[in-house]
T-cell receptor
Framework: EIVLTQSPGTLSLSPGERATLSCRAS???????LAWYQQKPGQAPRLLIY???TRATGIPDRFSGGGSGTDFTLTISRLEPEDFAVYYC????????FGGGTKVEIK | EVQLLESGGGLVQPGGSLRLSCAGS????????MSWVRQAPGKGLEWVSG????????YYADSVKGRFTISRDNSKNTLDLQMNSLRAEDTAVYYC????WGPGFRGAGPWDYWGQGTLVTVSS
């Protein structure tokens, strides 16, 4: 069974800085079936990226995804105040699976 | 506008049962696979179960297999989750989720629309 490990657990940054989040899979992710979600307190998650690098509808271009195989990244080029949240990577397909999450907090 | 509205959450004793429902609107319900995803208080996300759009094929996480049953009524645009033999570790907010592509679960992709969630608390 695949395990998704996200790092770091918490990222402390200031608005305007660049955020780089990592998601590492214990086995290769099929056909880059890898998504990223953002979740703010008290809200449902929001889909940001799918297919490892395709932005979902309405997602600003400061969010970008990359990687393949077992190593994936989510990059936020310049943090806006509304970007401070928890981010989850997810493998989708027949057995969907989430990583443990990375919290991006204001420094 | 796609909307998903869950109902049926509440407090139940260990070993008890609960049935969650999700009403979908703003899209052709039968054209999309659907899933339930849960989140325990202060914890991460866990996929629980999924169902294809028209074939009725169902899929379950190992943690709920044999205890939970997912079903859908495409004539009423509703998705249900029957939860039996509930345990304390089933306590969570349960989200109804719309897959981004098509009716077949395996290729249906991630979830682009989520409901607001319904809280299930299993406690004596």
């Amino acid at each position: 069974e695949i395990v998704l490990t996200q790092s770091p657990g918490t990222l402390s940054l200031s608005p305007g800085e660049r955020a780089t989040l990592s998601c590492r899979a214990s086995q290769s992710v099929t056909s880059s079936f890898l998504a990223w979600y953002q979740q703010k307190p008290g809200q449902a998650p929001r889909l940001l990226i799918y297919g490892a690098s395709t932005r979902a509808t309405g997602i600003p271009d400061r969010f970008s995804g990359g990687g393949s195989g077992t190593d994936f990244t989510l990059t936020i080029s310049r943090l806006e105040p509304e970007d401070f949240a928890v981010y989850y990577c997810q493998q989708y397909g027949s057995s969907p699976l989430f990583g443990g999450g990375t919290k991006v907090e204001i420094k | 506008e796609v909307q998903l509205l869950e109902s049926g959450g509440g407090l139940v004793q260990p070993g008890g049962s609960l049935r969650l429902s999700c009403a979908g609107s703003g899209f052709t319900f039968s054209n999309y696979a659907m899933s339930w995803v849960r989140q325990a208080p202060g914890k991460g996300l866990e996929w629980v179960s999924g169902i294809s759009g028209t074939s009725g094929n169902t899929y379950y996480a190992d943690s709920v297999k044999g205890r939970f049953t997912i079903s859908r009524d495409n004539s009423k645009n509703t998705l249900d989750l029957q939860m039996n033999s509930l345990r304390a570790e089933d306590t969570a907010v349960y989200y109804c989720c719309h897959h981004i592509w098509g009716p077949g679960f395996r290729g249906a992709g991630p979830w682009d629309y989520w409901g607001q969630g319904t809280l299930v608390t299993v406690s004596s």
